[in-house]
């Protein structure tokens, strides 16, 4: 007996490091992992780690400025190792290579490393080593290399002191090895710069300069140099595209009693920023310029300002340490605390963000009652980015958009992409975390939805999470609380059910900056920044079951003024202002599990909801039937 039988052969790869092949017939399918592109890459920096006498090589996930999200010409880490989180450190030695990140990648990263050539370190869990406590067995009294300026001075510092234990040193290695055998790195960003007007920015560029000059003088400083790109952004009142969805300039900049000087590529300036700069008395110099300026400084004995956790190795080689003045950046503080135009900005660009985000969610309602089952985790994502994009004063999405549908909701970090994206499933849960870029503003927002029916157990972890949303913006605080102290309140209803999330609850967000921005925060870690009236911080708990589903709900806060006809101690106390206004979805809610207080709050919530974003759906029916009945009274 004898029959045909057609066989087909596939080479798929899956991501920049792995090659599988399968042979699939109308009986079976297999899939073998038959070539691992990490080996190659791992193979030929252990030749130049040889060629170094180096036991190891440190690759960071920084580019020059210790920024969190970097160009596609920065990400080594990324090419190297396949895993694309913003977080995490690779260590390649001549026998092992290892990667550490932390709990909001766990997920990802098993799913994107090659696990032959690579070892996950998840940071934090206790059987884990340190990357010093790896390197003191793997290079024990060897050489580590790594590229000076993809390394803070801080965490330099830190390494070397614990690796000294060992007989370990950490070795400065100028070439950057992976850039040796990277033979399609993309080039460096050379993206046009635009001015933020005075309407947008509400302090000129030359006023923010002169108050950074009476910081100097106060700390007896005659430079400051700043690298961080947002600050420089900021500082300037520039913004551009060198990299995706940060609206800022590749560049360093220094200021001194008698000069403000912008390290950048002039190829980026058009004649309207060079207009601004030179009316605000900013002088430009060539990026690479830099180092030869700090070497100016460091002759004449000038005491210059930097920040060790933001500027690179390679900025303070240039200096003798009786020169440096080593603190915090004034500029991140400044930043941090918005004016009064900013903070008006940053309300009005939500309103017209949630009036984006209902109507997509309204289309995909639609869309999946009609049946349609070829929406996508990516397709989906493309269309909320066009509903942005009309909104007035767009200028990018703030992040890649998160959407999860089911499972894939339960990685923290979680990032579609095309050839493995999942259909959208009305019966499973939908977590999107997104936000976009205004010349007036930044917004983040996660939103958890069911299109279909939510189990028992949706509902009540769901619930939970709203319990401590509500409970962190509705706390009242003193003057001199950090967002460390007040992390536990948005965690205890979870803990009541034996619930946790592996990340922190709420980070700053810039003003039409990155959506990511310091130095306060709230979370388990200990942040000694207080938080003060002006301050833009996120509230998003969360709750994730590996292989079932995700559920966060993430609103931008802002701190004022709590006014009270007296105090403990005249201290002012203060309180949160929510200016995120996008409906949280009530069919997903225990009701027996709310109290009155927090009923109300939702209520209260709703209806702000309805009477800001509603007039902007005017036009929209289907979107404002949605709004109205997602926004009714429970």
């Known amino acids: 007996y004898q029959r045909r039988v057609r066989v087909c052969f596939i080479f798929e790869k ?98 994107q490393l090659d696990l032959s050539q690579w070892t996950l370190m998840k940071s934090g869990l206790p059987s884990v080593p340190t990357i010093s406590e790896w390197l003191g067995q793997v290079a024990k009294d060897s050489s580590v290399g790594v590229d000076p300026k993809l390394v803070s001075k801080s965490f330099a510092d830190d390494l070397s002191s614990k690796l000294k234990q060992t007989g370990t040193t950490l070795v400065p290695v100028e070439e ?14 050379c993206s046009s710069t635009i001015v933020l007007p005075i309407e947008f920015s509400g302090v000129e560029a030359k006023d923010k300069i002169t108050n950074l000059r009476a910081q100097m003088e106060k700390e007896k400083a005659d430079a400051v140099v ?30 001194t009693a008698d000069q403000a000087v912008w390290f950048v590529d002039s190829a980026k300036l058009s004649q309207e920023v060079t207009a601004h700069l030179e009316k605000n008395n900013i002088v430009v110099k060539e990026y690479d310029a830099i180092f030869s300026f700090l070497q100016v400084l460091n002759q004449n004995k000038k005491k210059t300002w930097l920040d060790s956790t933001k500027s690179s190795l390679a900025l303070f080689k240039q200096l003798d340490p009786e020169n440096i003045i ?25 309103i017209r963000d949630a009036a984006a985000l209902v109507s997509f969610f309204a289309w995909l ?13 990516v397709s989906v ?31 923290i970090h979680y990032k579609p992409e095309e050839k493995t994206a999942a259909k959208i499933d009305k019966d499973l849960l939908f977590l999107c975390d997104s936000g976009g870029q205004y010349l007036d503003g930044t917004t983040d927002v996660t939103r958890t939805v069911h299109f279909g029916t939510p189990s028992a157990r949706e509902k ?45 609850t709420g980070h700053g967000v810039g003003h039409f900056l990155n959506v990511h921005e310091g130095p306060h925060g709230i979370g388990t870690r200990e942040n000694k920044v207080f938080l003060r009236p002006g301050m833009t911080v996120t509230n998003e708990p969360g709750y994730y079951e590996d292989g079932g589903f995700g559920i966060r709900i993430e609103n931008v806060l802002v701190v004022v003024d709590a006014q009270f006809p007296k105090t403990f101690g005249d201290n002012p ?40 974003v509603s007039p902007l759906l005017s036009g929209n029916q289907k979107a404002l039937d949605y709004l109205r009945r997602e926004t009714a009274l429970i």
Request: some cysteine; overall charge negative; proline content about 3%.
């Open 176 to 189: 950057n090895l992976v850039d040796k055998i990277w033979e399609d790195q993309p080039p460096a960003p």
């Open 365 to 377: 309602e639609e869309e999946l009652q009609n049946g349609n089952t070829s929406l996508t985790e």
């Open 226 to 255: 700043c690298s961080a790109l947002d600050e420089i952004a900021w500082l300037f009142n520039i913004r551009g595209k060198d990299i995706t969805f940060n609206p800022v300039v590749l560049s360093y900049a220094v200021v």
């Open 381 to 411: 994502s493309d269309k909320l980015a066009q509903f942005r994009s009309e909104q007035k004063h767009f200028y990018s999405l703030s992040f890649d958009t998160i959407a999860g549908i089911g499972p894939n909701g339960a990685i």
């Open 460 to 504: 009540r972890c769901f619930t939970r999470v709203l319990q401590g949303h509500i409970a962190l913006a509705n706390a009242v605080f003193p003057w001199g609380t950090n967002g460390s102290k007040l992390d536990i309140l948005a965690r205890l209803p979870l803990w009541s059910d034996g619930l946790d999330y592996r990340h922190g």
């Open 573 to 612: 106390y203060y309180k949160f202002e929510t200016i995120t206004l996008v409906p949280i979805q009530t069919k997903m809610i225990e009701k027996s599990l709310l109290s009155a207080n927090e009923v109300q709050w939702l209520n209260e919530y709703h209806s702000r909801v309805w009477e800001k």
């Open 326 to 350: 080593q603190s915090s950046s004034v500029v991140t503080e400044a930043k941090a605390v918005k004016n009064a135009v900013e903070l008006d900005g940053f309300r009005n660009c939500h």
């Open 14 to 111: 899956i991501n920049p490091n792995i090659l599988f092949f399968s042979v699939s017939n109308p009986i079976f399918t297999k899939k073998v992992h038959v070539f691992s592109f990490s080996f190659v890459k791992l193979q030929k920096l252990r030749d130049l780690l040889k060629e170094r006498s180096l036991a190891a090589y440190i690759v960071t996930s920084d580019d020059a400025h210790m920024s969190e999200y970097i160009s596609d010409h920065d990400k080594r880490r990324h090419w190297l190792s396949g895993f694309t989180g913003s977080a995490g450190v690779a260590i390649v030695s001549l026998e092992a290579a290892a990667l550490w990140t932390d709990g909001r990648y766990f997920l990802q990263a098993e799913n």
